[in-house]
C-alpha cells in the first residue's frame, strides 16, 4: 500500500515536537497570568496574589480551575456554532504561529537529526503574517456570535485595528528580508547565530515599528481598544462565560508569548546565546542552552509588555487610527527606503 | 493512490463543498465564513503544485485582509434574515438557466482548450512557484508588466482615497 509510504519516525517526531511545544507554551502561559497580576501589583506598589500556595504560587492553578468549575452559558440569540467556534479559533490561530519558530540547534537522539523546529518553510515570515491576520477571526466570529452590540462594536474595533496595524508590521518585515536576503526563519537565525551582529542592530527603527505593530495585533495596553471596559462594558468577549471565556483570555497570552518569540528570533538572534560559542559544548547541549537562552529572550520581552500595558494608559480610538496610518506606515516606508538607500551604498 | 491524489481529492471535495454552503447559507455571515474555506482549499491546492508563495499570499490577502472587510461591511449593515428581498420564481428560473448555461460554456472551453489536453498536473514538483524563481522571473521576465501592474494599484489607491474625502 503506497499510502503509508512516508517516513513514519517523521511523523511521529514532529507530532511529538508539536505536543511538547503546545504544552510547554500552555503552562507558560498559565504562569504569564500570574505574572502579570504580579508584575501590575508591584508597579501599583502592593503585594498582588499571594495567598494560594508559597508566594501565591498555585493561585493561576486555581483561576483556571474556576474558569472550568463556572457554569457555561450560551446567550439564546446568539448563533450556537459560531458563538463555540470563536474561542476555538482565537486559539487555534495563536498557537499556529509557533510551527515556524526555531527553538534550537539540531538535537541527535537515537541515532537522528531531530530540528527542535517543527516545520521549516521557506515563506516562515509570510506564514506567520497569514497566522496573524487569520487571528482577528476568532474576535470577529466570538463578538458577531454573541448577538450584542457592544461583542459586536468590539469584534468591528479589534478588525480595523489588526489591519491597520498589520500594514506597518508588514513594512517593518520588508525591510528586515531586504537585509537577510531569507524569508525562512531558520536561515535568519542561523545567520545572526553564525557569529554576526543581531538584526536588530541593523534594523533598530523596524524593530521599533514592528514591536508597536506586534502589541496592536495582541490587543495590549495602551491598544486594547476591543476591551475598553469603560466604553464597551467588556469587549467582544462579553457574552462568554467559562472556560470559553477563559480561552480568549488565554489567547493573548499565547500571542503575547508568540510575539516575543518572534521578535527574539527575527530581531534579536534567537536561540544564539551572546559571547558564547556554542561549538565547545557537545551538540545536545548547545541545543538546550538555544532552548533556554530563547525562553529568557521571551520572558523578557513579555515583561516588557506588560511593564508597558501598567505604565501607560489607553489610546483613543482615532489616536490609535491616526498613529497607524499617519505614523507607523510612513514610517515603515522610510525605513523600507532607508534600508533600500544604504544596501545599495554598500555595493 | 498516492498520499498527494488522496489530499488532492480531499481538498477538492472541501472546496466544492464550500462552495456549495456559500450559496446555500441564507445567512451572508455564514456564505462569507465558507467563502473563507473555500480559499484555504485553494491554497492547499496551490500548496500540493508546489506553490508556497501563491498559496500564503492567497491566504494573506483573500482569506486575511479582503474577507476580514467583507465581514465588516456585512456586520455594520446588519442583514437580517427576514429583510431579504424575496426572489420571484421566474427570476429564480432564468438565474439557473444563465448559470447553468455559463457553466457548460467554462466545461466547453476548458476541454477544448490545447494547453492543457494530454497533460497531467505537475504535483510537488517544479520551482517556479517558490519565491526565488518567481522574484526573478517578475523582476526580470516581466519588469514592465509588473511596474505597470504597480502603477494601476497605486493608482487605485489614491483613487479610492479621493472618493473617501468627498
Given at each position: 500500500m503506497t499510502l503509508l509510504s512516508f517516513d513514519w519516525a517523521l511523523v511521529i517526531e514532529k507530532l511529538i515536537l508539536i505536543v511538547i511545544i503546545v504544552l510547554t507554551t500552555l503552562l507558560i502561559t498559565l504562569y504569564t497570568t500570574f505574572g502579570e497580576r504580579k508584575v501590575a501589583a508591584i508597579l501599583q506598589d502592593r503585594p498582588g496574589p499571594n495567598r494560594a500556595g508559597p508566594f501565591g504560587l498555585l493561585q493561576p492553578l486555581a483561576d483556571g480551575l474556576k474558569l472550568i468549575m463556572k457554569e457555561?452559558?450560551?446567550?439564546?440569540?446568539?448563533?450556537?456554532?459560531?458563538?463555540?467556534?470563536?474561542?476555538?479559533?482565537?486559539?487555534?490561530?495563536?498557537?499556529?504561529?509557533?510551527?515556524?519558530?526555531?527553538?534550537?540547534?539540531?538535537?541527535?537522539?537515537?541515532?537522528?537529526?531531530?530540528?527542535?523546529?517543527?516545520?521549516?518553510?521557506?515563506?516562515?515570515?509570510?506564514?506567520?503574517?497569514?497566522?496573524?491576520?487569520?487571528?482577528?477571526?476568532?474576535?470577529?466570529?466570538?463578538?458577531?456570535?454573541?448577538?450584542?452590540?457592544?461583542?459586536?462594536?468590539?469584534?468591528?474595533?479589534?478588525?480595523?485595528?489588526?489591519?491597520?496595524?498589520?500594514?506597518?508590521?508588514?513594512?517593518?518585515?520588508?525591510?528586515?528580508?531586504?537585509?537577510?536576503?531569507?524569508?525562512?526563519?531558520?536561515?535568519?537565525?542561523?545567520?545572526?547565530?553564525?557569529?554576526?551582529?543581531?538584526?536588530?542592530?541593523?534594523?533598530?527603527?523596524?524593530?521599533?515599528?514592528?514591536?508597536?505593530?506586534?502589541?496592536?495585533?495582541?490587543?495590549?495596553?495602551?491598544?486594547?481598544?476591543?476591551?475598553?471596559?469603560?466604553?464597551?462594558?467588556?469587549?467582544?468577549?462579553?457574552?462568554?462565560?467559562?472556560?470559553?471565556?477563559?480561552?480568549?483570555?488565554?489567547?493573548?497570552?499565547?500571542?503575547?508569548?508568540?510575539?516575543?518569540?518572534?521578535?527574539?528570533?527575527?530581531?534579536?538572534?534567537?536561540?544564539?546565546?551572546?559571547?558564547?560559542?556554542?561549538?565547545?559544548?557537545?551538540?545536545?547541549?548547545?541545543?538546550?542552552?538555544?532552548?533556554?537562552?530563547?525562553?529568557?529572550?521571551?520572558?523578557?520581552?513579555?515583561?516588557?509588555?506588560?511593564?508597558?500595558?501598567?505604565?501607560?494608559?489607553?489610546?483613543?480610538?482615532?489616536?490609535?487610527?491616526?498613529?497607524?496610518?499617519?505614523?507607523?506606515?510612513?514610517?515603515?516606508?522610510?525605513?523600507?527606503?532607508?534600508?533600500?538607500?544604504?544596501?545599495?551604498?554598500?555595493? | 493512490m498516492s498520499i498527494i491524489q488522496v489530499l488532492f481529492f480531499a481538498l477538492s471535495a472541501f472546496a466544492i463543498g464550500s462552495a456549495i454552503m456559500v450559496l446555500v447559507s441564507k445567512n451572508p455571515i455564514h456564505s462569507v465564513l465558507w467563502l473563507i474555506l473555500v480559499f484555504f482549499a485553494i491554497s492547499g491546492h496551490y500548496i500540493l503544485l508546489n506553490a508556497q508563495f501563491l498559496a500564503i499570499v492567497n491566504i494573506i490577502v483573500y482569506a486575511g485582509a479582503i474577507m476580514v472587510l467583507f465581514l465588516f461591511v456585512i456586520m455594520l449593515i446588519n442583514i437580517k434574515k427576514d429583510s431579504e428581498p424575496q426572489k420571484q420564481f421566474l427570476v429564480k428560473l432564468l438565474g439557473v438557466v444563465a448559470g447553468g448555461s455559463f457553466l457548460t460554456l467554462l466545461v466547453a472551453l476548458v476541454k477544448q482548450t490545447a494547453q492543457i489536453q494530454g497533460r497531467t498536473l505537475l504535483m510537488k514538483d517544479g520551482v517556479i512557484g517558490l519565491i526565488h524563481p518567481l522574484g526573478k522571473a517578475l523582476f526580470n521576465d516581466y519588469v514592465v508588466p509588473f511596474e505597470i501592474s504597480s502603477v494601476l494599484f497605486l493608482s487605485a489607491m489614491v483613487g479610492a482615497v479621493i472618493i473617501g474625502k468627498k
Open positions: 457555561e452559558i450560551i446567550p439564546t440569540s446568539a448563533s450556537k456554532w459560531l458563538f463555540i467556534l470563536g474561542p476555538g479559533l482565537a486559539m487555534t490561530a495563536s498557537l499556529m504561529t509557533s510551527a515556524v519558530i526555531p527553538w534550537g540547534t539540531d538535537v541527535h537522539l537515537f541515532g537522528r537529526t531531530i530540528a527542535l523546529q517543527v516545520a521549516d518553510i521557506n515563506i516562515g515570515i509570510l506564514y506567520i503574517f497569514a497566522v496573524v491576520s487569520m487571528g482577528v477571526y476568532g474576535i470577529m466570529i466570538g463578538g458577531w456570535a454573541s448577538n450584542n452590540k457592544f461583542s459586536l462594536m468590539s469584534a468591528l474595533r479589534a478588525a480595523s485595528q489588526a489591519i491597520s496595524y498589520e500594514i506597518a508590521m508588514g513594512l517593518a518585515l520588508i525591510a528586515l528580508l531586504m537585509t537577510t536576503g531569507s524569508l525562512s526563519l531558520k536561515t535568519i537565525v542561523a545567520d545572526q547565530a553564525a557569529g554576526n551582529w543581531w538584526n536588530v542592530v541593523y534594523q533598530p527603527l523596524g524593530f521599533i515599528i514592528f514591536f508597536i505593530c506586534a502589541m496592536a495585533e495582541c490587543n495590549r495596553t495602551p491598544f486594547d481598544l476591543p476591551e475598553a471596559e469603560n466604553e464597551l462594558n467588556f469587549g467582544y468577549h462579553q457574552e462568554y462565560s467559562s472556560m470559553k471565556l477563559g480561552f480568549y483570555l488565554f489567547a493573548e497570552y499565547v500571542n503575547m508569548i508568540m510575539s516575543s518569540a518572534i521578535m527574539a528570533s527575527m530581531y534579536f538572534g534567537g536561540y544564539d546565546l551572546p559571547f558564547f560559542d556554542e561549538t565547545t559544548v557537545a551538540p545536545n547541549i548547545a541545543a538546550m542552552i538555544g532552548v533556554g537562552t530563547l525562553l529568557i529572550k521571551i520572558v523578557l520581552f513579555v515583561f516588557l509588555f506588560m511593564w508597558i500595558r501598567w505604565t501607560i494608559p489607553r489610546f483613543r480610538y482615532d489616536q490609535l487610527m491616526n498613529l497607524g496610518w499617519k505614523t507607523m506606515i510612513p514610517l515603515a516606508l522610510f525605513n523600507m527606503l532607508l534600508t533600500g538607500a544604504l544596501i545599495l551604498a554598500k555595493l | -
